[in-house]
């Protein structure tokens, strides 16, 4: 294809350098993942970035019916110059403009007439990201099933799902405060 590029790398989707890590099982239209994501600031201030690594995992459900459509912008965004930044606004704009993204009930409302096409061009907008030829790399379906393998190999099947340090949280969860999470990451601390 015309203008694709050749060469690519997904940015790893990882903020913060300290030694507890935190993987965020989500997916972008999820309104529980939504919840998760937002926290991701507040989480990073409250922690420390020394203190904590926090790495996003795209954990795509078919159920989400544009969810493979949204989870390859925003892995497409990573590839971009701007790298994982790119891919946090790519997410933050799904966030901040979920029922665009998302069918009603999972099965019906205006999103039932709206084409891949459309979806890309929306998040192009509300990201500011130009993504049409990043989602059309032929091989960016190998970072896309790293997720998925990554994903099955844990036991993880919905999100959010949370996992500190390799072992799946299954009492964590979007609704619990910012405070709580940093307890749970960094018990000593209290």
Known sequence: MAGTPTSWH???????????LLEMFLEPTCPFSVKAFNKLGALL??????????????????????????????LAASTLPEGKDAARRAMQ??????????FAHHCEGPNRHATPD???GRLERYSGLTLKPA??????????????KYSRQNGIHASP?????????????????VDAWVARLLPSRN
């Open 93 to 102: 704009a799904v966030a901040d403009h979920r029922e665009e993204f998302e």
């Open 161 to 177: 799902t949370f996992m500190i340090d390799g072992l799946v949280q299954p009492d964590m969860s979007s609704g619990d405060p």
């Open 118 to 120: 459309d979806i890309i």
């Open 10 to 20: 997904a940015a790893p989707l990882t903020w913060g350098h300290g030694p507890r």
């Open 135 to 148: 989602f059309a790399i032929p091989d960016l379906d190998r970072e896309i099933k790293w997720h998925c």
């Open 45 to 74: 201030e409250q922690a420390g970035e020394d203190r904590i690594t926090v790495k996003l995992r795209m954990q795509s459900q078919p159920w989400h019916l544009f969810s493979g459509v949204v989870v390859r912008c925003i």
